[in-house]
């Protein structure tokens, strides 16, 4: 089983930056899906990003459309860590941001009024790091 740690996470002013990490742990964490989900007090998780498995798929990447040119995924298969890199950050974007690996290679998406990731297609997740942006 992939063992997971965020962090990375802060308060910091809208427009500024923050990047985090996910360091990965366990044989199959290469083969894995790595996504980044967030959850904002009162509301659902919902996904934010997601990145394929370099070793065993292409490596394609999920981004969430309010995050789309904002929010950049990444993962440093040396390093066992996924980073999801936050530019323009706005007070909307505050949450608890987790990553989690999904169980298998692919980011898994489903058709809605956008595309969007699933917590259920997800088996291990990290303790989560908070972000928070001030106006």
């Known amino acids: 089983q992939v063992q997971l740690v965020e962090s990375g996470g802060g308060l910091v002013q809208a427009g500024d930056s923050l990047r985090l990490s996910c360091a990965a742990s366990?044989?199959?964490?290469?083969?894995?899906?790595i996504g980044w989900f967030r959850q904002a007090p009162g509301k659902e998780r919902e996904g934010v990003s997601c990145?394929?498995?370099?070793?065993?798929?292409?490596?394609?990447?999920y981004y969430r459309d309010s995050v789309k040119g904002r929010f950049t995924i990444s993962r440093d298969n040396a390093e066992n860590t996924v980073y999801l890199q936050m530019n323009s950050l706005k007070p909307e974007d505050t949450a608890v941001y987790y990553c989690a690996a999904e169980h298998g290679s692919f980011c898994r998406t489903y058709s809605g009024s956008n595309y969007y990731l699933s917590v259920y297609d997800y088996g291990s997740w990290g303790q989560g790091a908070q972000v928070t942006v001030s106006s």
């Open positions: 366990g044989k199959t964490s290469d083969y894995n899906a």
């Open positions: 990145i394929s498995s370099t070793t065993n798929s292409d490596g394609r990447t």
